[in-house]
T-cell receptor, first 113, second 116 residues
Framework: GENVEQHPSTLSVQEGDSAVIKCTYS??????FPWYKQELGKRPQLIID?????GEKKDQRIAVTLNKTAKHFSLHITETQPEDSAVYFC????????????FGAGTTVTVRA | DSGVTQTPKHLITATGQRVTLRCSPR?????VYWYQQSLDQGLQFLIQ???????AKGNILERFSAQQFPDLHSELNLSSLELGDSALYFC???????????????FGPGTRLTVL
């Protein structure tokens, strides 16, 4: 099955700085890469996603980049705010008639005021 | 609010018991996915249903089963419960199988299962 590795496991940043989380995957046929944000005790919330035919996607302070050759994708959060503090999960869907998500282990982001 | 509902919110039961978790997908969504989130195993895919039929299976134990009903709600049945089954169980829904690949999955609030 798909193996998704996520780094770092914890990230502490000063408010206003940028945060970057990177994920690597093993199946070169994978074609859908969402990012979820999960606050303590809450549901994972989809914050941005990218498909394999696109290299970069941006939504306000959040961006995702995909390098299919190297099989890695990254989440970039700029101008971080305290409300960005949460656990972030990357996920990968194999595509090709298989739509389940394989998740990374998560990154706990803390934004220091 | 994602539009996906799950009941109950919390469930406390004893080892050896059986429980049923319920999920209602977003209006119009045909696919339902079940995931288990535990501290040691993270978020793991269990099973997917599409329009009433089982579509994919993940790391789902034989003691666990699921179904999707004609009104598209789904139930996850967990039997012969063990301490290690304590976890958050999420369902997610999407609007179909996707023409260009997977579609966005929206998660429900989860059911926290505690097995004592």
């Amino acid at each position: 099955g798909e193996n998704v590795e996520q780094h770092p496991s914890t990230l502490s940043v000063q408010e206003g700085d940028s945060a970057v989380i990177k994920c690597t995957y093993s199946d070169s046929a994978s074609n859908y890469f969402p990012w979820y944000k999960q606050e303590l005790g809450k549901r994972p919330q989809l914050i941005i996603d990218i498909r394999s035919n696109v290299g970069e996607k941006k939504d306000q302070r959040i961006a995702v980049t995909l390098n299919k050759t190297a099989k890695h994708f990254s989440l970039h959060i700029t101008e971080t705010q305290p409300e960005d503090s949460a656990v972030y999960f990357c996920a990968v869907s194999p595509g090709s008639n298989d739509y389940k998500l394989s998740f990374g282990a998560g990154t706990t982001v803390t934004v220091r005021a | 609010d994602s539009g996906v509902t799950q009941t109950p919110k919390h469930l406390i039961t004893a080892t050896g018991q059986r429980v049923t978790l319920r999920c209602s997908p977003r209006s119009g969504d045909l696919s339902v996915y079940w995931y288990q989130q535990s501290l040691d195993q993270g978020l793991q895919f269990l099973i997917q249903y599409y329009n009433g039929e089982e579509r994919a299976k993940g790391n789902i134990l034989e003691r666990f089963s699921a179904q999707q009903f004609p009104d598209l709600h789904s139930e996850l049945n967990l039997s012969s419960l063990e301490l290690g089954d304590s976890a958050l169980y999420f369902c997610a829904s999407s609007d179909g199988l996707g023409i260009a690949g997977a579609n966005e999955q929206f998660f429900g609030p989860g059911t926290r299962l505690t097995v004592l």
